[in-house]
């Protein structure tokens, strides 16, 4: 019986590059495997088909030789080594294994060389004032955490010793197991994949390297720094195990509430009540600023509620920058209350002498009202 053609059999075109051959042979061995189908003889002869097929194409030289003479380049013992199971297979069949059944993944993810994983990052949560952020600031913390342990100098083995080589897995942190014809790796069940294994371990630490204590750290809040901003200050965070490279400290900023401004990126607003009297015949009032001064805002005669005065460049720096936001003061216009007899009086004879020009936004209202009653009626 003729065999295939290997590009019928992993389902892709000549054209197709590394990656589509090998997503095609990962989704087809998945389909295949006689572990997903025990005592399929059929089964068993596609993946031996398609191992065959993928273990030829993925081979630049093989697969220049297969597409110019297809089987024959072959046909002489000089060919793809039917089912064999060299490394990259045996790499790639373990990959499977890993989404298949959920493997261990990786050995070398979260470690270094020797065994030593990277410590965990830390996170800080750090509150300031608008003031302090106006200003920026540097300030002092106190963070629980791991440290290298200073007995064993982060070895976790006893001083005077040192961790030595896992002889069940001589020292690569995994180890492989045949199951049929088919090879899967796991992690060493010895060392837990560090490759190391100490004989001794450190009576201070007990063998992991590091200790729990408070450090001291001092962080610089620059100037115009915004609220949920993060500071990342790199290997300040959980030592590594076993000597391994520290983690990193993650310091997230948050404002406390002002109690005149409010903040919009660079720009800050502020509502400042006036008298009815100031709005109609005009004043001024003093404003405070963060940088703890007072500047003057001048009220025009008839200002109404709701106005708005631009400071220009009083608002918050702009962080690492020269630029600085503005300053937003809005009015609100207060009514009288509590009102003394002469007051009512003068309000009053005050409303009488009033026209539409007084009130020239209330009259024109009211008159509209007018109409619009008025042509109901009609």
């Given at each position: 019986?003729?065999?295939?053609?290997?590009?019928?059999?992993?389902?892709?075109?000549?054209?197709?590059?590394?990656?589509?051959l090998k997503a095609a042979f990962r989704k087809l061995a998945m389909q295949y495997h006689p572990d997903r189908n025990p005592g399929d003889k059929a089964s068993e002869a596609a993946f031996k088909e398609i191992n065959e097929a993928y273990d030829t194409l993925k081979d630049p030289q093989k697969r220049a030789a297969y597409d110019r003479f297809g089987h024959a380049a072959?046909?002489?013992?000089?060919?793809?080594?039917?089912?064999?199971?060299?490394?990259?297979?045996?790499?790639?069949?373990?990959?499977?294994?890993?989404?298949f059944f959920g493997g261990d993944g990786d050995p070398r993810r979260g470690r270094s060389a020797g065994g030593r994983e990277r410590g965990a990052d830390l996170r800080y949560n750090m509150e300031i004032t608008l003031e302090e952020a106006f200003q920026g600031k540097q300030v002092e913390i106190r963070v629980p955490t791991s440290i290298t342990c200073e007995a064993c100098s982060g070895s976790g083995a006893k001083p005077?010793?040192?961790?030595?080589?896992?002889?069940?897995?001589?020292?690569?942190?995994?180890?492989?197991?045949?199951?049929g014809f088919f090879t899967i790796e796991r992690t060493c069940p010895t060392c837990q994949g560090r490759g190391q294994v100490i004989a001794d371990p450190c009576g201070k630490c007990g063998g992991s390297g590091r200790t729990t204590n408070e450090k001291t750290l001092t962080v610089n809040i620059p100037a115009g720094i915004e609220d949920g901003t993060r500071i990342r200050l790199s290997g300040e965070g959980e030592a590594g195990a076993r000597g391994g490279p520290a983690g990193d400290l993650y310091i997230f900023i948050g404002l406390k509430p002002h109690?005149?401004?409010?903040?919009?990126?660079a720009d800050i607003y502020c509502r400042v009540p006036i008298s009815m009297t100031t709005a109609a015949l005009g004043g001024q009032f003093d404003v405070p600023t963060l940088s703890g001064e007072k500047t003057k805002v001048k009220v025009p005669e008839g200002t109404q509620a709701g106005k708005q005065f631009r400071l220009r460049g009083k608002g918050m720096p702009v962080m690492?920058?020269?630029?600085?936001?503005?300053?937003?003061?809005?009015?609100?216009?207060?009514?009288?209350?509590?009102?003394t007899r002469k007051q009512r009086e003068l309000l009053e004879e005050f409303e009488k002498a009033s026209s539409g020009e007084t009130n020239p936004e209330s009259h024109g209202f009211f008159a509209k009202v007018k109409d619009f009653f008025g042509n109901l009626g009609e």
């Open positions: 019986m003729s065999k295939r053609d290997f590009y019928e059999v992993l389902g892709v075109s000549k054209s197709a590059d590394e990656k589509d072959f046909e002489q013992g000089g060919g793809a080594g039917g089912p064999g199971f060299n490394g990259d297979f045996a790499q790639t069949m373990s990959d499977i294994f890993e989404s005077g010793t040192a961790p030595q080589n896992c002889r069940t897995c001589g020292g690569q942190g995994r180890v492989r197991a045949m199951q109690e005149f401004f409010q903040r919009d990126g690492r920058s020269a630029s600085q936001g503005d300053m937003y003061i809005q009015v609100l216009v207060e009514t009288p209350r509590n009102l």
